[in-house]
């Protein structure tokens, strides 16, 4: 099983742009498809996009659509979110979780492995 763990969060201003990422280890990276979560207030983690495996194939959630993007760099065992243009209702704890299917999943549960999250806090 994959271990992950993110780094990248920190404190910006409405505006800004972070770049998270998304290490991982113990396993071949590239044959694991790598989503992207966030929680706000509350327990429920609401998917923010996700990056196929090999092919790396992306689906972002429309309410980040165009200001959000994801990538990986395999030979790093990297998968990176691009966030732009950030505003306050981006602030939440951000994950990123990994699975071996080949099929992208909105939904938490479908992905077997979790980082501890980063927290991303932006101001107005």
């Known amino acids: 099983q994959v271990q992950l763990v993110e780094s990248g969060g920190g404190l910006v201003q409405a505006g800004d742009s972070l770049r998270l990422s998304c290490v991982a280890s113990g396993s071949t990276f590239s044959r694991y498809t790598v989503g992207w979560f966030r929680q706000a207030q509350g327990p429920d983690r609401s998917f923010v996009g996700s990056i196929i495996r090999n092919d790396g194939d992306t689906i972002i959630a429309d309410s980040v659509k165009g200001r959000f993007a994801i990538s990986r760099d395999n030979a790093k065992n990297t998968v990176y979110l691009q966030m732009n243009n950030l505003k306050p209702e981006d602030t939440a704890v951000y994950y990123c979780?990994?699975?071996?299917?080949?099929?992208?999943?909105?939904?938490?549960?479908?992905?077997?492995?979790w980082g501890q999250g980063t927290q991303v806090t932006v101001s107005s």
């Open positions: 979780a990994a699975d071996s299917s080949n099929m992208i999943s909105h939904l938490p549960a479908a992905y077997a492995s």
